[in-house]
Structure formats: C-alpha cells, structure tokens
C-alpha cells in the first residue's frame, strides 16, 4: 500500500469530489483488507483505540452492520445510534449532536440521514471525520465503492465497461454515487427508468439516458438493478409494482436476450417480483451477495483511511 | 454642523453632473457644490480618488421588526445600511405581525421614529395577513403613508383577487411591488430545477414558477393600466418578458439583486445553505442576460432583498434551512466588483441602478445631491479590496452568500441629513 498519493481527507463524503486515483486508491486498500476477513483471526490493529459512531437517522440494517464489522475488523471500538432512541427526537440539531460526539473524544462518525447535504453539513462543523453512508437522494459513496469494486474484481478494469444502472434514478443515492465512481473511471454509464424517475437534466452528468429498456441493456457488462424505494412518498407517481416489473423487471427472460457473462448487481435489501424476479437474484449472474462481502473490505479501506488523512 | 467633502468625484444622474468638485453641507442640507470650497467648517472630509454618489435606495429589505427581533431590528438594520451606503430603505411587510392595518402600521412607525439610523419607508401587504384571500384597507393606509404594497414572500394565486388589487391599487395611485411564484410549479424545491437539483438530489424549482406568474400579473397589468414593480428577477426568461412588455408600453419596472448578477447554482456544490434563495440561483447563462439587462435598463435597480436567518435557522439539513441572504452590506461592493470592473456598467449607469431608478419608482425626491435638499450621500474607495467576514456584519444575522469572498469597492463614510452615520475604520 506504498502509494505514490498520500489520502489527504478527513471526510468522505461524495465521489462527485474525489480524484480517479483517490478512487483508485481505495479500491487498492480495500484489495489489501479484502483477506482479512478470510483469515481465522479476523482482525488488524489499524484502527485500535479509535472510536466510531455510526450514526443513523434512517432505518438501515446492512449498512449499519457493514460499517460496524469493518470498523471492528480493524479494532476500532463502535457505538451504534440511531436516531429514534437518540435526543434527535428531542429537538437536537445534527451539528448540536455532532458536537457532542466530538466532544466524547471519539474519532469517526459514519452518518446515515434523510436529507442531501447532511454529510456536508456535519463534516463543516466537526473537526473528527464524517463519512457518508448516504444522504437522502445525493449519494452513497461507500455503496459506489464497493459495486464498483466488485465489477473490478470480475472484469479486470472499469475503463470501457458498459454499465446500466436501472431503476428510481430520480430518488436514487446509489445511482448518483455510482455515476460519479464509473465515470470517473471511464465506464460508459446508461440510466434507465421510467420518464418520472428519471431526473432532470440527468444526461449532463455524462451517461445516456432512456426509457427504453431492450435499448439500454442491449450491450450491458454489467445491471445495477436499483431498488423500488416502496417507503418513499413519491411512489404515487408510477402506477404499481407489477406494472413496474412487467416494464423494466430484469428477469431471466430478458438476460437471455442479452450478452451471456452479464452480471447482475443490487444494493439491496430486495423487493423480488417488484425490481428483479427470484431467479435472476439467486441465478449464476448474480453477483449480490459478494457485493456484501466486498462492502466490508471497501468500508476498512474508507476508514483506514480518514483515519490516516494527512 | 459644516461639513466639508474635498476633491471627491461625484456621479449624479439626476443633476446630469459628473466629475471632481467640493461639496459643502450645512444643516442637513446640501449648500455648495463647486470646484473649490474654502471655508471654515467643523470637519472636512478629503475625498481625493474617492466616489461620492447619492445615498442608496433599496427597495427590498427585511427589517423584521416587528416579531423576529432574534434576526434583524430596525437600528440593526439601519445601522448595516449605513454601513452599506444605503440611506432609503423600503421595509417588507412581512413581519410578525404583518403591516396589513393602520394599527399594525403605527406599531412600526413608533419603532422607525425611535431607532432608524436611515430613512425607513413602511410598505404594507397586499391582502390581510399576506394569506392571498381579502384585500387589505388600501386607501386608510394609503391616508398614513403607505404608497408601496407587497405580499413579498408570496403571490397571490387567486388571479380575480389579484385584479381587484390592481384596480384598487390604481384608483388610489399606489404602486403594486410584486414577488412572482406560482407556488403550484415551486412546491418543495430548494434549488433551482435542473443539473444541479438531479446532481445534489435536492428538489428542484422550474423557472416557470417565476416567469409564468410574471407573464399573468404583465398581462393584469396591462388590462388595468396599473404600474406595477416586479422584484427580484433571477432568469433571462423573466427579463425577455418584461423587456417585451415595456416596449409594449406596460407601466412596469423591475429590480434584480446582487446574487442573482454574481452567483450561479454550481456555488451549491458544498450544499452552503447561505446560498439557498429563494427565486434560487440560477445558470451562468441568466447571469449574463441579468448583466446585459442591467446595462440596457430593462432592469431598473438592484435590490438586496436582505433576508436575515438567525444560524440556527441557516446551519442545518439544506431542505429545512430557511431561504435567503443578507445584503445590506455587501450589495454596493458586489455591484463594483462584478459590473463596474468588468466593464459592463460605468459608475453613472452604477447611480441610477442604485440611486435615480429606485428613487423614480418610489416617486420620492431622493437619490440626487441637489442644493437646499437633504444631504444624503455616499463616499467610497473605488479601488480597495476587502474580504466579507462574518464577524464584521453589523446586522443582527450574518447568513451572507458572500462569506469569504473578496470584492472591490469600500464604503468610507455614509452621510445622512448631513451627519456622518458610518465612518469606516481606518
């Protein structure tokens, strides 16, 4: 891990602001964590006598326990909040309680929240880092990093790997992050939902936008199949699941028309019959569950890393 | 007292006059203005290599007394006008309670007589309680002053009530002072709609919110013949609009605002809530058109639309955080920088923007230094950079969209009825 670059930041908290070799560099890290958890003992000093505090204001359990297993793989002690039993309820602002966190001397605070910008927000008003484990429709940098990890690892490369990404994009976190991460890397990055969710002016951050389904996995490596965020208030404005899945479920059905190595890719948690049928999730293209596995080498890395910002 | 001011160059559209000479100031009043003045005076200001311009109008400016003193009072903000060369404010109405009644009214005259460092001219709103349903009293607030009416903040939606306000308002020769949103197209958004919305997953406002209502109230005014000023225009649509509808001879005017001539949505990137507007930032493309706008004079006046938010109110979640920027005292030194040193405007388009114009719309004899009239004026450093800093703000809040940001141009002294109300520390 003798890079040529040094990791200059205290925070994580978009891949809209990092480098292609601050990129590069956490893939590597997380490369060289990746074997920590196969071994017997699975653990390394890197983060001992530190503190991290995954602070959630939103409900999330793979995210959450990702972050936890990655800070105590790496011997950090972690305190989990979440916002319903915290004094959020109380009226305490997220800076008011960042403070406060600060003020306990720990070191790292992984922040989940419901609003885009909070990330933003907190890491300009505490001096300990902030990482960003998704602000409400901007991004979710450590989701990116690992999808993007995963396809690495089976590809080889990024550069020139057709990449659709389909689903809510409008509302979609793991969409934006990965649209920065990928592009960034040279991945040609196509967006396909319905009209409604599909966000303005989407095409201007350098990927092709459709409608069209056939059109947009035609000459896919890889589908990033977005969860429908059925607890969303917007959901009023696509008729209904099944409708959904009729459109733009990826089926086995439809990965027969396509290229045969495909892979299929999903954030998680799944909504079966809604965004991907059961076959296809469980089906040999599937690569969901290494995702997981990867999320916890990815999120070492990040941490590891804040941790060292110099 | 006599005052003497040495060897400024003095820009005066009104008086047609531009150029270096002595002005002499005694009992409020200006006395003399000549090439050279040598007579005795209790201070003399030198003026060398400094612009004297009349005092500054603005005409949209959120005092917040009465009801959010936490944000800004009268002497707050009087005291940061002066500070910003301004010494005509048109206070909005909506305060807590809002001026909608001759009561109301009295409540924040007593205030202005007791604690206003520069001239404070009360609006009232448009309809009781700014709710957009009933017709304030025009004519009783007409009978205590009140020649501006607003519901700044909102429009009124309800397009009948909005005519018989336009009737209303011309029977009794008031001016209407608009703030177009159809709230309908804005709803939730927080920034303007469109890349920058999609890139910061912020909900977005399209700019027909803006230049769609501007097109129905165009359109009242133009069946009723009623003068109406539209205020704080962000988009080229909005100027193509009111640029068509002078030329048609619709009796309109309108103003824009220092942050919608300098900033752009992209400054949004680090989610820097100051910068949360509302109309909101819009594109490098309406920037140029408002500049454009502004050099033609189918933009009228600046404004500041000085918006106070105490930091609890501005430092947190970007969707929650209330919208607007202060802009008492950095509005003239934005101008400088970005239209003055750019070329775009000389200092006399600069005088009528800030001075003649808004003067003009009020129809009030301000914004000129004219003998035996009320010496109102101000003396600045053309040429001195300054960085806005937030613990140099003299007004209550510093929610400023221009923290941290280098401008040309310092206010020196403002003069108000012949006193020195600011004097900038050397």
């Known amino acids: 891990m003798n890079n040529k670059l040094n990791w200059t930041r205290k925070d994580l908290l978009a891949l809209s602001e990092l480098s292609k070799e601050e990129i590069e560099l956490i893939l590597e890290t997380a490369s060289s964590f990746k074997e920590v958890s196969t071994r017997e003992i699975k653990k390394v000093p890197a983060l001992r006598g530190k503190t991290v505090v995954n602070l959630f204001y939103e409900p999330s359990t793979r995210t959450r326990v990702s972050f936890e297993i990655a800070a105590k793989r790496l011997s950090a002690d972690v305190i989990n909040i979440i916002a319903d039993s915290s004094s959020v309820r109380k009226g305490e602002s997220l800076v008011d309680t960042g403070k406060n966190l600060e003020a306990l001397k720990i070191d790292i605070i992984v922040l989940r929240h419901n609003s885009s910008g909070a990330a933003h927000l907190l890491a300009r008003n505490v001096g300990v880092s902030v990482i960003n484990a998704g602000d409400g429709w901007h991004e979710h940098p450590t989701q990116a990093l690992l999808d993007i990890f995963t396809l690495k690892e089976k590809f080889g490369k990024i550069q020139g790997l057709n990449v659709t990404i389909i689903g809510d994009i409008a509302h979609s976190r793991v969409a934006r992050s990965n649209i920065w991460g990928l592009t960034k890397l040279k991945a040609n990055v196509c967006v396909c939902a319905p009209k409604e969710l599909l966000p303005q002016d989407i095409e201007k951050l350098g990927v092709r936008a459709t409608t069209d389904i056939d059109e947009a996995l035609k000459d896919a490596d890889c589908i990033n199949v977005l969860r429908m965020q059925l607890e969303r208030d917007e959901r009023s404005v696509f008729p209904s699941t099944l409708e959904y899945f009729k459109q733009y479920g990826i089926t086995q059905e439809r990965l027969k028309k396509l290229k045969k190595n495909i892979l299929i890719m999903h954030p998680g948690p799944l909504n079966r019959g809604v965004e991907i049928s059961s076959e296809v999730a469980d089906g040999e293209n599937s690569l969901i569950l290494e995702q997981v596995t990867n999320g916890i080498a990815v999120r070492m890395a990040v941490l590891y890393l804040v941790s060292q910002a110099k | ?426």
């Not at chain 2, 397009?159 to 709803?187: I, P, R, W, Y």
């Not at chain 2, 009242?220 to 009623?226: F, G, H, S, V």
């Not at chain 2, 009111?242 to 001879?249: H, T």
């Open chain 2, 1 to 426: 007292m006599r005052l003497i001011i040495k060897e400024g160059f003095i820009v005066d559209p009104i008086n047609n006059f531009k150029g270096n000479a002595d002005i002499l100031i005694e009992g409020g009043k200006i006395k003399r203005i000549d090439k050279k003045i040598e007579e005795k005076a209790d201070k003399v200001i030198q003026a060398k290599d400094k612009v004297i311009l009349p005092g500054l109008i603005d005409l949209h400016v959120h005092l917040r007394q009465p009801g959010r003193e936490d944000k800004e009072t009268i002497f707050t903000g009087t005291k940061a006008s002066a500070k910003g060369g301004i010494t005509t404010v048109l206070a909005m109405p909506n305060t807590e309670p809002p001026i909608d009644s001759q009561e109301n009214l009295k409540l924040l005259k007593e205030i202005i007589k007791r604690d206003a460092q520069v001239e404070v001219l009360p609006s009232a709103t448009i309809t009781l309680k700014r709710e957009g349903k009933k017709l304030v009293d025009l004519k009783s607030l007409k009978e205590e002053g009140v020649f501006v009416f607003t519901d700044d903040g909102s429009s009124i939606d309800d397009e009948d009530l909005m005519l018989q306000a336009m009737l209303t308002a011309k029977k009794e020769n008031v001016l209407l002072f608009l703030h177009c949103e159809d709230k309908n197209l804005s709803g939730k958004g927080v920034v303007n709609l469109g890349v920058i919305s999609t890139r910061l997953g912020l909900r977005g406002i399209p700019k027909e919110a803006e230049y769609k209502r501007i097109e129905r109230d165009l359109k009242l005014a133009k069946d009723t013949d009623c003068p109406i000023h539209i205020t704080h225009i962000s988009c080229k649509e909005s100027v193509e609009l009111i640029a068509q509808a002078k030329r048609k001879g619709i009796r309109v005017s309108c103003d824009t605002c220092p942050h919608y001539f300098s900033l752009t949505e992209d400054d949004l990137l680090d989610f820097d809530t100051n910068k949360k507007i509302n109309p909101p930032l819009r594109t490098e493309e309406d920037v140029l058109v408002i500049k454009q706008a502004l050099k033609e004079g189918i933009i009228d006046c600046i404004t500041s639309d000085h918006a106070p938010h105490t930091e609890h109110e501005k430092e947190i979640e970007f969707e929650n955080a209330e919208f607007g920027t202060i802009g008492l005292e950095t509005e003239l030194s934005v101008a400088i920088t970005e239209l003055i040193e750019t070329g775009i405007i000389d200092w006399q388009k600069l005088a009528e923007l800030f001075c003649r114009n808004p003067a003009k719309i009020l129809g009030i004899d301000r914004g000129s230094l004219t003998l035996d009239k009320e010496a109102n004026l101000v003396i600045l450093d053309p040429q001195k950079y300054w960085t806005v800093k937030k613990e140099d703000f003299l007004s209550r809040s510093k929610n400023s969209a221009f923290l941290d940001k280098t401008l040309k141009g310092k206010v020196e002294y403002t003069i108000y009825k012949g006193n020195i109300i600011y004097e900038e520390k050397k």
